[in-house]
């Protein structure tokens, strides 16, 4: 049985990588979905092969107004919206004393505020349809901290935080706000070239179940949470990392 028949879901940030993955699942399950990218001839080769239930809008989270845009296609493509999937996201790394202001912002900008702005507009259309369901990507980098790590950290624990506040002010309206923490996810195959080939061992050694996690298993937890079987969760965060953060 598909578990999310007749529901209309805005995904961002999935031309490809999980976004990609998510969107397959999304639909597989019954959902009509509209989905966001910068990278429009990706998105648009995605949308064709996806089918009819899958329409694509170029957008920057970022971009207040563009957000208007993304609205408006799913209302007239699929007349509302159930789900918001916040998966759009820029990853940069580098020590306090390497890493840029600029690096800084522009990932507070896209990871935090485009998070934000989805939940600011798409909550009062959720509200219009008695309830809906949020899903914010945040990351394991969100949970403990890591070397190197404190721009991106410093978005995803943002994250996290909007979660838990978005979960009390809009719980009433029954729409549930969860986040996802993923860990180590191989979709690039970064983990399997070059230098990150040598660090492999390593890596694997600091996770309990000894593997790095596939996209479509991020992608069965955003259905859970999408769907009616998690009707009773929200602001929770859903650590999805084999065991890595657990010391």
């Known amino acids: 049985m598909q578990r999310l028949t007749e529901k209309v879901a805005i995904l961002t940030g999935g031309a490809a990588g999980m976004g990609a993955s998510h969107l397959k699942r999304l639909t597989a399950e019954g959902a009509s979905v509209v989905f966001t990218d910068l990278d429009r001839a990706a998105g648009e080769a995605l949308a064709e092969t996806v089918g009819e239930r899958a329409v694509f809008v170029r957008h920057d989270v970022s971009d207040e107004a563009g957000w208007e845009q993304?609205?408006?296609?799913?209302?007239?493509?699929?007349?509302?919206?159930?789900?918001?999937?916040?998966?759009?996201?820029?990853?940069?790394?580098?020590s306090f004393a390497e890493a840029k202001l600029e690096d800084l912002n522009r990932t507070l900008e896209v990871n935090v505020a485009g998070t934000w702005l989805g939940i600011q507009k798409v909550a009062p259309h959720m509200r219009s349809r008695g309830g809906g369901s949020i899903i914010n990507l945040s990351s394991m980098a969100g949970f403990v901290g890591m070397p190197n790590y404190s721009v991106y950290s410093a978005s995803k624990w943002a994250v996290r935080g909007i979660t838990k506040c978005a979960a009390t002010e809009l719980g009433p309206d029954n729409i549930r706000v969860n986040a996802i923490l993923p860990g180590a996810i191989d979709h690039t195959g970064m983990f399997n070239s070059g230098e990150m080939e040598d660090l492999v061992p390593q890596l694997l050694a600091d996770i309990p179940l000894r593997r790095f996690a596939e996209p479509a298993e991020v992608s069965s937890l955003v259905v859970f949470l999408a769907s009616d079987e998690s009707a009773y969760i929200t602001g929770s965060d859903q650590l999805i990392d084999g065991g890595r953060s657990l010391f």
Not at 70 to 93: C, K, P, W, Y
């Open 70 to 94: 993304v609205l408006q296609t799913a209302l007239d493509s699929f007349g509302g919206v159930d789900i918001l999937v916040n998966n759009a996201g820029i990853f940069r790394t580098g």
